[in-house]
């Protein structure tokens, strides 16, 4: 069988998203990881976008994606001086240049406050142009899910659940999301964790559906999964991701009793919320993947999930995140399940894969993100894709800089060596403050 490094991938661009002490928002790298010089209006790959509304100046950045015509709308959280704590918008075009016609202002941008402190955390685009915000805010004084959403120029679209926007606050329950994802009915599935009203107790997986018009759907509901496999029994879904037959996989981590955590890995039935009882290595619907080299204390951390299809009838399920989370010897690590939920023994090293974050250069770091490159269908491949991770890592010199970093792993889980520098590519800002560059989210255009 060719080796999948010797196939033919499509040319495409990797956008990376990024918190700054400073505000900031987005950079544009190419198919092999070099800077998109044709991207932003200095020429270097590389926007910033302040929204002056006050308070530390801290813009974060954590989700994007694309509308019609290449643009870009990337969303995040912007902080006024008051302290309040709310939704920031721009709208890129292709050029990396604001586009005036978003927001109403002229600036491209626009931003909304609601009545509870708000952290988004994501964003996504339906077929028509209108796009959803996703994150936690307050309600009564309790943590919940909300979601909003926008016309394609940035109004709020008010004819959407309650007034364009939709709490999700199960009783006896604190939730909080971390993901979301949209089938193809226009149904948000909206997942995260979940925990006792006032604290305590288990942490579980959690993942609420709304509907196409932004309402809890009865037939589903909230559901949480509980791994309970040790430790403090701290078990959260940051990853959601919906397959062809309409199967919801939930990626996160579980603890384990030495006080580490495994990649783990969920599958429920999109309809019901049950569990996939044909599915699993663990119990009923749930798999999780050990990663080697861990000792007490290792924190390990799933931040995406993809899903490749070989053939109708084959699926490979790969979790993606951090080993050793922002420990010296933090690696990036990829667990691979097929479609029962068993580990797939010929990636990496019995199905688990890790790879250092740059480590001549850099001492630790975090993956944030994943984005699976694959070349057009080829009859015969059973694994036949490429891997861009993404994060953050800290120099070794014993300064406090962060960078974004991106790298690239083949079919195998080895890094590919192709790809920017030896298999890595950094980008710095560098725009003040103590140069904390942290890619928070990554999509292929």
């Known amino acids: 069988m060719p080796r999948p490094s010797a196939l033919s991938f499509p040319s495409c661009a990797l956008i990376l998203l990024l918190t700054l002490l400073a505000p900031g928002l987005a950079l544009a790298a190419n198919a092999e990881g070099q800077l998109d010089t044709n991207f932003g209006p200095a020429h270097n790959g590389k926007v910033t976008v302040p929204f002056n509304v006050g308070g530390g100046l801290v813009d974060t950045a ?11 709308i990337v969303a995040g959280r912007v902080t006024t001086a008051v302290p309040q704590v709310g ?20 600036t ?37 899910m909300f979601a909003m959403r926008f016309l394609p120029d940035g109004a709020v679209d008010t004819a959407w659940a309650d007034q364009g926007l939709a709490i999700v606050h199960p009783s006896g329950l604190e939730v909080s999301a971390n993901t979301a994802v949209l089938d ?30 932004g309402s809890l759907a009865t037939s589903f509901g909230v559901r949480t999964v509980a791994f309970d496999n040790g430790g403090n029994n701290t078990d959260k879904a940051q990853a959601v991701a919906i397959q062809s037959d309409g199967k919801i996989l939930l990626a ?29 290595n663990l119990a009923s619907g749930r798999s999780v993947a050990a990663i080697p ?25 790969l979790v993606g995140g951090t080993h050793c989370l922002y420990d010296v010897a933090a690696t990036a690590a990829v667990a691979a399940f097929d479609n029962a939920g068993q580990l797939v023994t010929s990636f990496g090293s019995g199905g688990v894969a890790t790879a250092g974050i740059f480590p001549d250069l850099y001492q630790s770091g975090a993956i944030t993100a994943m984005a699976l490159q694959r070349p057009p269908i080829q ?67």
């Not at 039935?269 to 996939?276: E, F, I, K, Q, R």
């Open 62 to 72: 954590y989700g994007a994606a694309m509308q019609s015509g290449g643009r870009l």
């Open 87 to 106: 939704i920031g918008l721009v709208r890129l075009l292709p050029s990396g240049y604001a586009d005036s016609s978003f927001g109403g202002s002229g």
């Open 108 to 144: 491209g941008q626009t931003t909304v406050f609601l009545a509870g402190a708000t952290k988004v955390l994501g964003m996504l685009v339906q077929p028509d142009d209108r796009f959803l915000v996703y994150g936690n805010t307050a309600d009564n004084g309790s943590n919940v």
């Open 184 to 213: 193809s009915s226009g149904n948000l599935f909206l997942a995260g964790f979940a925990s006792a009203s006032g604290g305590g107790g288990n942490i579980d997986f959690a993942v609420a559906k709304l509907d196409a018009g």
């Open 252 to 280: 996160g981590q579980a603890d384990t009793a030495g006080n580490t955590q495994k990649l783990a890995l969920a599958r429920l039935d999109g309809s019901s919320g049950a569990l996939d009882s044909g599915f699993g």
């Open 293 to 317: 080299g861990g000792f007490n204390g290792c924190v390990n951390e799933a931040a995406a999930i993809a899903v490749y299809r070989a053939s109708p009838s084959q699926r490979t399920l």
């Open 379 to 445: 009859p015969g491949l059973s694994l036949a894709f490429k891997l861009v991770l993404s994060g953050d890592a800290q120099y070794k010199t014993g300064s406090q800089d962060r960078d974004m970093i991106s790298m690239r792993l083949g079919a195998d889980g080895s890094l590919d060596t192709s790809y920017g520098n030896n298999g890595y590519q950094l980008a710095a800002f560098d725009v003040g403050g103590n140069k904390n560059d942290n890619a928070n989210g990554a999509l292929l255009s």
